[in-house]
């Protein structure tokens, strides 16, 4: 039995609540069960540097967590000077997995900065900024779409989504919350799109190494996750 | 006429929702109109360096803003490697008010950090923080008492609370919203506590200097704004 | 009796001199009693990036304080790698009230920075830093209008001032040294315009608050302080 | 026909240099073809803070690449003053992946920390660092063994070693240099213990998303890449 | 002819002003012509680390730049988060010097710091500081003799003091201004003791290598100038 | 007898060992017995902003050690987020020594840095740094010679290379080692040209001061080493 009473192939309940923030251009407060975590797409007028000239635009992501996200508050990231391996680890994924289902040509020669802050975690935060995060983004290029600037359907070629699985006291779960985050003895992360193709595997063994039977197990956990997850944004987004 | 059509003695909806994280000890979103800042308290068994063995306690408090709490996307401080001078003045602000109203010998050798993080802003974060800020500080000592650590009667001496006044086409006005701050003439901070006591003034002429008369005007409207937004912590607490 | 044994409303001596810096456009070493700060006033021709081609000019300041300009060895800032938050908020406090007597436009696309470093501290080093920092910059001026680059009373609209003033066991006293400022339950800075203007008011209760009688008492002991110092300001650039 | 003429389970020439450090308690130049890492373990008696009094030691790996190992030369980290989030996730893979097979209880409270610098890089310095961390890592247990401090047979469990595989022009292949780490679409890397257990998965699509059945072509080719440097590990350190 | 119509061995100026600090244990404001150092001398009761325990104390020293004390204003060091490379390799210039003539046994387990700030630049600012360095660490011992903490006899066992020297046009000089100092060829600086040992040499070509009897000429001019400086500093230490 | 059973007047072991690196332009492996740097030069075509347009190239170099390098392991540079005293000062004086034999108008505007990256120390980095810098230098004109960018003769005017003396036992003695390093009462390097020029002289009394005729005889040694250094440079570069 899961600490949350969930089955071994049941997800937390899921939210995504839109426009939540007066300024952004594309906003999304996703809900991961107790995992909360706020998403906003900034559009800029500028790109990085070794894209000046090239028509082409970019995706990128930053992630933070406020201090008392978590269980014992952590030191601020702005005090200590510096963001963690485990932030730039995080915010990295978060873009290159937005940018999977983007295209960049499309855009044109503009910045989307997707925001994801951790505004109270319990395990599986990457994989609800990742998801939350993709309806942010959609909400602004709906923004730019209305107002002439693009045509979505030229610059998102997908849907994409994340979710955790791990292998808890033996049994391979979906979703883990932060009980089971912290016991798993192996913990995998899937971004995949809406067609079904995969993005990005991050499986890590925690204690002992995983055979490849159990990854199997944990890869078609995800692929039921995912489905269900895209299958939530896409009624969020309608 | 305001751009908000408020009286010049008007405040905005001010409003504190409490217990808004599952892991604080005490914590308040509280709004001024479109401003809303997250206060978490937390409690530590750790005080400064200075305060060790001294039987003392310390309040401290930390501010942030997410990057597009703002009406442009402004760069995250963790990810420029520094806090600005504003976030360092804005929270020694915050804990000077807070401790003004805590007895730290009743308090124990204890340290409670509050964090106010702008979600979002729309002018007066400050006040905002320091008058949501006390409402985390008073659950977290609610909590506290529940486990016979404390009593918050011999710990907290007074309420406090902050508004923002300033002179806008001539005229005094309270609680300035972004649209006022940006074009006042001069901006006024006031920090006081439940019996009236001052605890904070700061007032900055943004253009020409302002004259006493003016000054005292501010002051009034100040005085009338703590009040109310006294009486709502009060009914917020009970 | 004060420690000093000044009368409640007696300053400490205040001293300009001027042309201290061989280099510096404008200089000059300001004493009140044993607080000591060194001021100059340089003169660049650039500006920040929001005021490139606005045709108008720009004053900043930045302070700092010698590692033993106090009782105890301080870190030396540049070594910590950071400028402390009290740093910040001082060189701000500074810039914003030079700032409120000079016609930026009149100055023309040019920048003059203001640095002032305490060569010795016995309390009020900012309000020094204002008082002194005016003289600085009144000869940086000067110098501009020897080569025709600027009409001073074009650009110099007012003289400005500082000092401090707080209440020291139940007495309102004027011009705080350090033994003071220790122990005083309040203190206010106060900034003021040579025609009487207010620029700044940072009034904090360090104990108990205080209430709007205490901080009239404070705030009529800061105009008769101010209008002494800019006595001797006309005295010392004339 | 890949760029090195290899076929597409062919790995690069790999060669482990042993004891190429006077100093440090083991140490090994692995090269992978043009990929050079310098790795050396060096034994303290400390361990990181949440350890001390455990009875527990700990492993820990930090990476860097010297400015020119790379074709255009590389910012120095040292000077930018900060790991870059690629220095920093290397650095905690090959951490994690070496503790996957070291008994830290049997170890006792000592350290050993594996620095793995690229002197020459040409893709796959990540699975190289892990490879010939190993190595190093093995030496400085026995090193410790010979001097009686531990068994080598009860804290090291298993070998481990790393390898990365992509989809080159729709095909999969083994261990790939820059020129197809570069135009790879997709790129894994894989650690994997001597007895077959997986470490770590971390599986990117650079451009479009990879099927499930392309990825099970790169985990069946690193599982035949890993046994080959297992062997090769195991001749190295007889 | 030099610039400032010296002949070839003929110093500056020289004085040394004895506590001009109020705070400070020792203190001197050293003056090379135009070329302003101010020193102090602070005593602490703490070592660094690795003395510990010995019995052993030490002498350290810091460097470092007003930011107007050059021609064109300077960044400030605290402001742009780093000492430079100059400031570091004086600051241990200066350290190593005075140490050369302390018997730090003798000291007993305190620390000096000698903090030696340039209020004005004009050239040989190092070898200023080293000279009224000297100074203000020989009135900080003095005040400890006075409070019996020492005797300085027995710490002290010689001067220190130092001086530059430069070929100019082909001819060498002593003790370079910033306008010698900027054209010259070859540049020296030179520690030595008051029994005519040498502390420290750094000779440096500027543009073109200089030849060994060019070398000997700017010792020889070095012995004559630092024994002038050690008769001044005996003259200002009686 | 030194520990190494060198003469007074005898050298470590000496090699160049040339295009180590596969990227770099010019690059050599120096080894001074168990001193080890690696030595990379690296053009690039851009030169620092004050010398844009103005037609004339520039040197530079860069200096560091990798943590295991030395006896104890040393923490990483880039992890503790800045470049050491020594690091910046050796990183300099590497620089200096080797502008002062290059042409750099007859280079044109382009920018070579020499990276200077120790894998193992054992006394004397510095020197062998410059020594081996000089050859990767070379390496790096040749390079550019044989695509007609330049004309070694034109660009290169001499030879130059470094070596430590000090004094052990009162003993003089060339090329220190770790072991002597650590004990030597004086340590001074040198930097000479292949005609004998010297570059520059930097010379310490780590304990008591040494005399004129020490500091003569080290000048000997080293001018009888450097000459040395530079046959063999001359060798390696035929």
Redesign the interface.
Known sequence: MRPSKRQPDEMRAVSFERGV????EG?CLVRFG?THV?C?A?L?EKVPAWLRNSGKGWITA?Y?M??????E?TR????S?????R???I??LVG?SLR?VVDLTALGELQI?V?C?V??A?GGTRTAAITGGFVALYDCLAWMQARQMITIDRVLK?HVAAVSCGICEGVPVLDLDYAEDSAAGTD?NFV??G???????????EG?????EE?QAL?ALARKGIARLIELQKMAVL
Not at 66 to 71: I, N, Q, S
């Open positions: 923030s007066k300024h952004a906003s107790d706020l906003t900034s800029e930053e933070g406020l201090p008392r996200a978590t269980g508050r601020r990231e702005a005090a000077g510096k963001q963690s391996g932030t730039l680890e915010q990295r290159r999977a900065t925001d802050d505004l109270q319990d997908d995998a995949m799109t067609s079904g193709g995969i993005v990005e595997i991050q499986g890590t063994a002992a190494p995983f055979s490849e990854f890869l």
